[in-house]
């Protein structure tokens, strides 16, 4: 099992932030699965097509190689299949992606699939991505307006990381923003209800969401200083340790 899925609020910068920041050693491809339509190729600048909707209705046989060749190459080199724009359509390629192409990521050692999975569901196993992830990171942004504005999304989240607990998922948090709760008052919320997660902070970096979402104009030296993409690289290594674990556990007992 080789997918990473990204799900909850600001999924898609999360999603880009990770596939960026992945250690060299591994392959990877993003995959845009987000079931109310796609942004990223219109972030990367890129054609409509191919999509996911190209994937999932010409890749029968599930043949890495025969998707590989749908994946495009943005500027910035990430390897992508973006989903299609439109809701409905994006919808549809996610429903129709359990068939063929998720079991064949699932099954890959290599690339990594990390995948943009949009909001948390309230059955997060229906998402045919989530449901075959080997590792889920659940993206929590805090509210700034107030502590109790805060608590009351944080129970939020409490009660959607209740719904992993009988999935064969890992998982990682990652909270954006650092108040009103620091890190450690958020891991002992979430630990009453999941046990020991690693959660990793992510800053609000308001201009390296731009550049991930397709500014131009900032150099790829400033880009490796901002907050977001040095926090990216810690929240890359968080998941593939756990990664790692998830999914050597699971090859030993196939054996």
Sequence with gaps: MAIVAVAGDVATTTAVALASAWPLDDDTVLVEADPTGGDLAAWFDLPVAPSLSTVVTRVLDGAWPEIERHTRLADSSLRLIPAPSRSGEAAQAVAES????????????????????????????????????????????????????????????????????????????????????????????????????????????????????????VSTRRLARLPLVRAARDLALVAQRSLASSTDGLWRSSR
Excluded: C, K, N
């Design 98 to 217: 359990v068939r063929s192409l998720v079991p064949t990521l699932a099954a890959l050692r290599t690339p990594v699939t990390i995948a943009d999975t949009g909001d948390l569901q309230s059955i997060p196993a229906s998402h045919p991505f989530v449901g075959a992830a080997a590792v889920t990171v659940v993206v929590h942004r805090q509210a700034p307006q107030s502590s109790r504005a805060a608590a009351v999304r944080l129970q939020r989240l409490a009660d959607q990381l209740d719904a992993f607990v009988t999935m064969p998922t890992a998982l990682v948090v990652a909270v954006v923003g650092a108040a009103p709760f620091d890190l450690g008052e958020i891991e002992g919320f979430v630990t009453e209800s999941v046990g020991a997660t690693p959660i990793v902070g992510l800053p609000i970096d308001d201009l390296a969401a731009a550049v991930f979402a397709g500014r131009t104009g």
